[in-house]
C-alpha cells in the first residue's frame, strides 16, 4: 500500500512518558505496545503505528479507533 506520512519519525520508541497508552503486544503478549507515527492512505483515513518496545513487533491500528 503506498501512503503519504504525517509526521515522520526516525527514531524507535524506546523509552515513553509513564502516562502514554499501552496495548497489549499481538506477537508477545506483553503490554510494551506504543504509538509510534501517524501516516494517511489514499482514502485518508489515518492510521498510528504502534511498536512493540519489547519484541519491535508492530501493528497499524486506525486512529479513530485507538482515541
Ligand atoms: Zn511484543
Avoid at 496495548?23 to 492510521?47: K, M
Amino acid at each position: 500500500m503506498t501512503d503519504v506520512p504525517v509526521e515522520r519519525r526516525t527514531y524507535f520508541p524506546t523509552a515513553s512518558p509513564p502516562e502514554t497508552a499501552r496495548r497489549p503486544c499481538p506477537a508477545c503478549g506483553r503490554e510494551s505496545l506504543v504509538p509510534w507515527y501517524l501516516r494517511r492512505d489514499r482514502e485518508r483515513h489515518v492510521w498510528r503505528r504502534w511498536v512493540c518496545t519489547a519484541c519491535q513487533a508492530h501493528q497499524d491500528i486506525a486512529e479513530d479507533e485507538s482515541a
